[in-house]
């Protein structure tokens, strides 16, 4: 690979990488929700995420030309080869966290996406496009779940406003670009994060502020995601989600 | 005490019986039916809901990006189902959550093929072919029941369900033509399933409590043996086709029957772990318990914030 092409690799890689582990982490939930209906919405809305992953890894493996499949991307590289950013593995926690974690996904990915979507590299912006109509769904999905639980009980309330404590020092990382994403975007091929945050914060805070909820300026906390410095917890996700191949190496399924 | 006019509406009810059509929701019917429908349909809706546990099992640990999303759709799919068949049976006037307290009070039964640990990634394989097979023979029976809302169910659940039971095959025959290790692995998923697979028909005719009436009122179609038989006749060749050997020695062609022969099941087992003491059945209650309680601050929440909802609307049309 060139160096255009390894850049490229890396972006679809980090790209499937927050796709398959917040697939994963959304799946735990089936057989654990609060009404089987929201049993069935999680495991729609990580069933999209899966297929994003696959997509991505898909074309991932392609530009690197080594025969590798969607497989070995998956379930063949370790806790420091996972690129994907934090906020994704972080694990579900109540049923507060995790809707307030995708309502912020949900709010970045439909601006994320709409202009990935617009991408000079058509197989990136063929799977953007696909992509960001999935995210508009989960977002009209995550909002009510939001407000509900804002001004529902005081119990609802204050175990929305401690999952924002706990989600805001990841928030950051999801507008931090490296160089070598920065070439990408001068390519026309990637999108600029950076320039998305406070358009995210704007939305955020207005939104949450309807249900008198305040919610600080996202800052740059903690990252190291896309460096493959991750939390402790990916690697407990890891071994769990790649038992199989790691224990029976190299067999077809 | 019947009055002149329930003995008309018997009549009339016992005619449509006769005639092959449907009960509807609001037509007159005996007490006797509705708690039978009421108890077979709430049965067959948590045998849905716990049913997604065994296999929940492995979808964090699925081989394959491919098997994972497939297995998770399937849950997902077996969820639905319960909320039809939930939904189905409120029209006889049980709410959902009585059926969910019933179930978790034990009062009501779900399959007890779910009682079994899913140990290896083959019983994912096993299950969809042999369970979801075994319920897609009585399935197919129930589309022709004479509840209407309970036979439309069936319609759309059947659908689902023979793809289920493609991709557990899928899974099983990838394994049964992979390594040793996966063979082994097929082989032995199949041992512990095939009997509770069986037991998954219920009792023999001779012993069935409640198959009587419910055949009279065309509830079921068909008897217990009898679909039993149907499942092992179509199962026994797909056995041969995956190579594996068969589960029970004693199953051997009966040219003049036309059937296959197989040995007696363990009727101890099976009503043991119908009265609650197999591998799993404390656990999947626990789960179903656990998870229903965890989320009881949530639907509070819901309820709350309807009620405030109802309250600004009241105000503001003041």
């Known amino acids: 690979m060139n160096q255009q092409q390894s850049n490229l690799y890396r972006f679809l890689v980090g790209l499937g990488d927050d796709a398959v582990v917040l697939s994963h982490r959304l799946s735990e939930w089936c057989s654990n929700g609060p009404y089987l209906e929201e049993d069935i919405a999680l495991s729609n809305i990580a069933l999209d995420y899966i297929g994003r992953a696959r997509m991505f890894y898909q074309y991932a493996v392609e530009v690197e030309g080594k025969g590798r499949t969607e497989d070995d991307i998956a379930y063949l590289r370790t806790e420091r080869e996972y690129t994907n950013l934090l906020i994704h593995e972080l694990p579900i926690n109540d049923f507060a966290f995790t809707m307030v974690r995708q309502f912020f996904v949900d709010v970045f990915y439909c601006e994320y996406l709409e202009k990935l979507s617009q991408s000079n590299d058509e197989r990136i912006a063929a799977i953007a496009a696909k992509a960001v109509k999935e995210s508009r769904y989960h977002l009209k999905r995550s909002e009510p779940w939001i407000r509900q639980l804002s001004e529902g009980t005081d119990e609802s309330r204050r175990r929305i406003q401690a999952a924002l404590v706990e989600l805001e020092n990841f928030v950051g990382e999801l507008f931090i670009m490296s160089d070598w994403e920065k070439e990408l975007v001068a390519e026309g091929v990637a999108v600029d994060r950076e320039v998305l945050q406070s358009g995210w914060d704007k939305y955020v805070q207005a939104f949450l502020a309807q249900s008198e909820i305040n919610f600080p300026d996202s800052q740059l906390q903690i990252r190291g995601g896309r460096d493959g410095i991750h939390t402790e917890h990916l690697g407990h996700m890891l071994s769990e989600m790649q038992y199989m191949q790691r224990a029976y190496p190299g067999l077809q399924w | 005490?019947?009055?002149?006019?329930?003995?008309?509406?018997?009549?009339?009810?016992?005619?449509?019986?006769?005639?092959?059509?449907?009960?509807?929701?609001?037509?007159?019917?005996?007490?006797?039916?509705?708690?039978?429908?009421?108890?077979?349909?709430?049965?067959?809706?948590?045998?849905?809901?716990?049913?997604?546990?065994?296999?929940?099992?492995?979808?964090?640990?699925?081989?394959?990006?491919?098997?994972?999303?497939?297995?998770?759709?399937?849950?997902?799919?077996?969820?639905?189902?319960?909320?039809?068949?939930?939904?189905?049976?409120?029209?006889?006037?049980?709410?959902?959550?009585?059926?969910?307290?019933?179930?978790?009070?034990?009062?009501?039964?779900?399959?007890?093929?779910?009682?079994?640990?899913?140990?290896?990634?083959?019983?994912?394989?096993?299950?969809?072919?042999?369970?979801?097979?075994?319920?897609?023979?009585?399935?197919?029976?129930?589309?022709?029941?004479?509840?209407?809302?309970?036979?439309?169910?069936?319609?759309?659940?059947?659908?689902?369900?023979?793809?289920?039971?493609?991709?557990?095959?899928?899974?099983?025959?990838?394994?049964?033509?992979?390594?040793?290790?996966?063979?082994?692995?097929?082989?032995?998923?199949?041992?512990?399933?095939?009997?509770?697979?069986?037991?998954?028909?219920?009792?023999?005719?001779?012993?069935?409590?409640?198959?009587?009436?419910?055949?009279?009122?065309?509830?079921?179609?068909?008897?217990?043996?009898?679909?039993?038989?149907?499942?092992?006749?179509?199962?026994?060749?797909?056995?041969?086709?995956?190579?594996?050997?068969?589960?029970?020695?004693?199953?051997?062609?009966?040219?003049?029957?036309?059937?296959?022969?197989?040995?007696?099941?363990?009727?101890?087992?099976?009503?043991?772990?119908?009265?609650?003491?197999?591998?799993?059945?404390?656990?999947?209650?626990?789960?179903?318990?656990?998870?229903?309680?965890?989320?009881?601050w949530v639907r509070e929440a819901v309820r709350a914030y309807r009620v405030k909802q109802q309250e600004k609307s009241a105000e503001n049309a003041a």
């Open chain 2, 1 to 296: 005490m019947q009055t002149v006019d329930d003995a008309e509406q018997q009549v009339e009810f016992d005619r449509k019986i006769a005639e092959e059509q449907k009960i509807e929701p609001t037509d007159w019917m005996p007490d006797d039916y509705r708690k039978n429908l009421v108890r077979q349909m709430s049965q067959h809706a948590h045998s849905e809901v716990i049913g997604m546990q065994p296999e929940g099992n492995w979808i964090t640990r699925a081989p394959t990006l491919r098997r994972k999303a497939v297995l998770l759709a399937k849950v997902q799919d077996e969820a639905g189902h319960g909320l039809y068949l939930y939904s189905a049976t409120e029209t006889l006037g049980t709410s959902r959550s009585e059926m969910i307290e019933a179930l978790q009070t034990r009062k009501a039964k779900y399959a007890s093929i779910f009682n079994y640990p899913t140990l290896t990634w083959a019983d994912v394989g096993a299950i969809g072919w042999l369970v979801d097979g075994a319920a897609i023979v009585n399935q197919i029976s129930l589309q022709r029941t004479s509840y209407g809302p309970y036979s439309r169910a069936m319609i759309r659940i059947c659908k689902e369900e023979s793809f289920h039971q493609r991709q557990g095959y899928e899974i099983m025959y990838s394994l049964a033509k992979g390594s040793p290790e996966q063979k082994q692995m097929a082989q032995d998923a199949m041992n512990r399933f095939w009997w509770p697979s069986l037991m998954m028909f219920g009792p023999h005719d001779s012993d069935s409590a409640h198959s009587g009436r419910s055949m009279k009122w065309k509830i079921k179609r068909q008897s217990n043996d009898d679909l039993r038989q149907k499942f092992i006749d179509q199962t026994v060749p797909q056995i041969e086709v995956l190579g594996l050997e068969m589960p029970d020695p004693e199953i051997k062609w009966n040219e003049e029957r036309g059937h296959y022969d197989s040995g007696e099941i363990d009727w101890e087992e099976f009503y043991q772990v119908i009265n609650g003491s197999g591998p799993c059945n404390h656990q999947r209650l626990k789960h179903h318990i656990n998870a229903h309680e965890k989320g009881e």
